[in-house]
Every structure is written in C-alpha cells, then in structure tokens.
C-alpha cells in the first residue's frame, strides 16, 4: 500500500480525496498497489466528514508517520503550504501541488530540497486545473526549441470577459456575477489585476527555459480597464477580447506578459469560452500545439494531481523492485 | 554518448534526423548525455546526403553494434518494420515508432517482447503526429476513468472536406488536389476509406483501455461517399462535416469506430481544418480535454518521435547512475 496524505481540505483538496476512492480500482490498476489517503490536515472542523477518522489538525501527525510517502500541499498561499512543504521535501517525503504562487515564489527553492532528499516536487495541477501541460512540456514536446508559450490561464477572468461580450455589461456588473456564482474570490484581485496568471506563465516559463523571468521582464496587466465598450468595439472588427498570458525567451532572457488583447474570431482562442483555459506551445519542429479544457475546479484539478500522485506512486513501486 | 539508428529515410526518418542535429544542444542538456544517430538503415541511395557515412542497407548492421541502444522505425507498412522490430527489442534494444499499422496489428506482441527483453516500445507519433496524446492519457489523465475518445485523427481527409466546403468542389476533385500537394498518397484508400484513422482509435483505445477492440467492434466508415451536396447542406444547418474517430468502453467490450458526422459550427471540432487533428479525451473527473495540432509532417512527427527518444535516454543516464 502507498498511503498519501492532503493538506487543506478545500475544494482541491476534498477533490482529490474523492478521486482516489472513487476510482480506486483503477488507481490500483494502473499502479500495481493501492494507493490510500492515510491523514487530511485542516484546521476547521470536520467532524461529520464520512472520512472524519482521517484528520487532524497537525501537521507533525503527517511528518512523524513513516509509511506516508507522497503528501499533496492544496493549502494554496505562500504562509503554511511554504512551511509545511519544505518540512515534507527535507523529510523525503515527495509533494504533488496545485499551488501556483507558492510554486512561482519558492519553486526553485523546493525543488532543490527535494532533489537534495531523494523526493520530487509535482505541480501539473499548478497551471490550467486538470490540462495537461507541465509534463507535456517536459517530456512530449522536449525535442523542440520553444520560441513561445501563450494563451488564456485565467477563468475567472475569461469568464467575466465571456459575460461581458454575450451579455453587454459592464465589467462591474460581471465580476459581481462571478462572485456570485463561486468564480471569483471576494477579494478578487489576484485574478482581475494579473497576477495569478502572470506566476503561472513564470511556471510555465521555468518548465520550458528552465528558469522563470525577473521581475523587470515580467509584465501583468489585468482586465478591470476593460469597459463594455471595448468590447463592443472588438465584436465591430471581429474580435474578441481575451486576457493573454505570454512567455518567451528573447536576448537570453525569459519574459512573461499578461494582458487583455484583441483576438480575431477566427483564431482558436477567441472560442475559447467560460471558465476554460487553452495553452499554446509553439515548437520549432511541433509548431503550434493547443491544450485545452477545464481550468479549474475541484474534480478537474484533483485529476492533475492525482496524475501526479501515480506518477510518483509508480516510481516508488518500481524502485521495490529493483531493490 | 547515447547512439540510435533510424530505419528509413522517408519524411519522417529524415525529420528526426534533422532534429537530432539541429536542437542537438537542447536534447544533450536535457537528457544529461549527447544523442548521436549513428545508423540509418534504407535501401535508397542516399550517396549525396552530407550524412553519406552513416547510411547502411543492411539492418544487420543495427543488431551488430551494441553501442546503438535506441532504434526509430520510421519505415512503415508491417512487413520488414515488423521484422526489424521484434529483432530489435528482442536484442534489449529500445524501439521508437510512428508506424501506426504495425503498432495496431502486432502493437500487443511487441511490448511483450520488449518488457520480456528489458527494453521499450514506445509510439507517440503513432497517432496524431506531433500532438501529444499517448503519454497524456498514459500518464497525466491516469486517474480517470475515460468515458470517450473521440476526434480528428486523419489530416488527408479532413484537408479534403475543408477544400470541398471552401471551395464547393467534389470529393473527387478534392483528393486530386490533396494528391498534387503531397497531401494523400496515390492509392489513398487507407486514408479515404477509413483505415489509417481505424488504426489509430485501436492504438488511443489500447492506451486508454488497455485493450483494443475485436474485429466485430470496429466500424469504418471513410469519406468518399460524401457530395459536395452533403456538405453545402450541412453548411445551411451550421454544420461541418467530419471524419469524426470514437473509442470508448461499452458492455465491457472496447468499441472503435470511425465515420462522416455533422459537426454544429460552434463545437471545436467544426474548426479543425486542414492537415491539423484534434483529439479530446473525456474523463469522469477531468471532463472534455482537447489536444489540437499538426497530425502529420516531418517535422511535427520527428517532434513525437524525439521526445519519446528523449525519455528513453533519461532513463539509460538514470540507470547509469544507480548502477
């Protein structure tokens, strides 16, 4: 058996709890053993949880248990999942992540740690929910020079852009439905202003360059500028208006951009509606090639990371064997 | 220094070449080791090709050399490929394909050859040319249960409805024009009829399913009896037509099928147009996953055939480490 633990069960989180006893059957399959979530770390109470048995309010229940060998961070933020991360990677434990900022802010630090200690650090989930595209990056498309990743990251953001062009209201007016509907944060400017989908063009950035861009080549520009007349304007001349995230390396330097841009209705990308991302990674054998789906959510996410998880659960059952 | 040998010379052995040369630096920084071809094995006379020295007829000079751990059969067709495989693998050589008739007729066999030979058999470039679609649903969609794939798997014949419903000519005038630019080959019914998109459902069905499907559920259906009047009037209803490629699990049985469907105009799939595929995979926690670009190509291919190259030689430094 290869028991993993969650940490924080928000909507990632309990996703990916779901995931592994929904299809365990399958997991097993496809690994060669069973693979069985053994602790849940949350502060808030879920005592009328089926799995309640499984929590804890402390993390050391996770670092003092041996026989847990993979630990998914969904803590998301910089504070805790940081912390919590490092202590896991140093105790070669390996983490699977869908946590963006703490990847684009420390990335480079914990994927040493975990180098360091025999573990690896996974963040497929990390950018686009359950598209694949970290290791479509690393492995499929290895072959090629890539001159340019780009495309929309954001769904919230794409989102409130799909209301306001089918609906004629005004940004306001949208963002407030977003909210409503769970898309967007109370606080939404993370979102809004550019920067979660500038720290995931940094990851996507240190996949592909291996390194991310430095903060004076690194552009964000978000969408609450955007007025419904703009978007009137665009619908005119056969566009539509999308939040475009870009990375590219140019002088030797990595450089990532966000911002909204005209985008002509025939181009794959002004289709791309709702809460849905699309990549673009332009090799120079492959040529363009778009990855697209859900970008985020909890089934869609959890699929990611659980990908993640048998990735690493295979290694583990194949390195039994040579032992 | 890891060698491999290429065995034929066509576009696609001759676009691995090419890239092995020309990202030459990228793929040595990224396997840890140089990636040499040392081989390439056809019987044309290639006498004026600046790699003159490394060409060969003789496949016996492949199994001869115990340095060349990696063999690309880009030679096509299940006659001498199927021959030159099973040597291959059976000598403990790794074998990197695109030959998608020889992976659905024998695919079964020569993995368990290779697992039996400690080596791999690995076919990204299979299906969909330079879309990465094998290693995605091996790896980063593992934890789904897959309820469909379906799409566009064959770009001669969309290249032929796209011109049909462009330019309002008949199917026959079409295929001479697809036929002019390279596009399909002279006798094109494997194209036409079904065959080659059949083949690759079998293989994407073998991925995801594990198995692929038996003669009596396996249905082909190709484009040669679709009209220019077929076509116009699926355009008055906001339809496109395309040859639409299903594999899924049904009564316990894998069912694969391939036939001209009306697709509405504002579904991804109507917009696929030329040489370029799109395949979506749908999954009970990832939902609908659409991976678009070019499904064929020298250069799109060799990017397919490279990156499996690529895995492979991570894994030779790898064991060379442990050892």
Same mark, same amino acid.
């Not at 004629?168 to 109370?186: C, M, N, R, T």
């Given at each position: ?60 229940? %996770? ?190 330097? %990595? ?16 289709? %791309? ?6 990549? %673009? ?43």
């Amino acid at each position: 058996m290869i028991n993993i633990a969650i940490l924080g069960f928000g909507i990632v989180g309990s996703g990916s709890y779901d995931l592994t006893v929904q299809n365990a059957g399958l997991i097993e399959k496809k690994v060669g053993d069973s693979v069985k979530v053994k602790k849940i770390v949350d502060i808030l109470d879920f005592s009328k949880h089926p799995a309640w048995s499984l929590f804890t309010k402390n993390f050391d229940d %996770v670092m003092n248990d041996p026989s847990i060998s993979i630990v998914i961070e969904t803590i998301g933020g910089t504070r805790f999942a940081y912390d919590f991360t490092k202590r896991a990677l140093a105790g070669g434990k390996n983490v699977v992540t869908s946590n963006k900022e703490l990847v684009s802010t420390h990335g480079l630090e914990l994927a040493e740690i975990a180098k360091k200690n025999n573990a690896v650090y996974l963040f497929e989930a990390s950018v686009g929910g359950g598209v694949p595209i970290i290791r479509p990056l690393k492995q499929c498309l290895a072959a090629n020079e890539i001159e340019e990743i780009f495309g929309i990251v954001n769904g919230t953001t794409n989102y409130i852009l799909t209301k306001m062009r089918d609906e004629g209201i005004s940004f306001e007016d949208a963002l407030k439905e977003a909210q409503a509907k769970g898309y967007a944060e109370k606080n939404p400017t993370d979102d809004i202003e550019g920067h979660d989908p500038i720290r995931k063009m940094n990851i996507l950035a240190w996949t592909a360059f291996g390194k991310m861009a430095d903060p004076e080549d690194t552009n964000a520009k978000g969408i609450s500028g955007v007025t419904a007349e703009d978007i009137k304007k665009a619908k005119a001349d056969g566009c539509a208006i999308k939040l475009i995230g870009r990375a590219k390396m140019a002088d030797g330097k %990595v450089k990532c951009s966000v911002a909204p841009e005209r985008v002509p209705l025939n181009n794959p990308l002004a289709t %791309v509606d709702g809460v849905y991302n699309a990549i %673009v990674v332009r090799g120079n054998f492959v040529g363009d090639v778009t990855f697209h789906g859900q970008g985020a959510g909890g089934r869609a996410t959890a699929s990611a990371i659980i990908g993640d998880v048998i990735e690493i659960a295979r290694d583990i059952v194949a390195s039994r064997k040579r032992a």
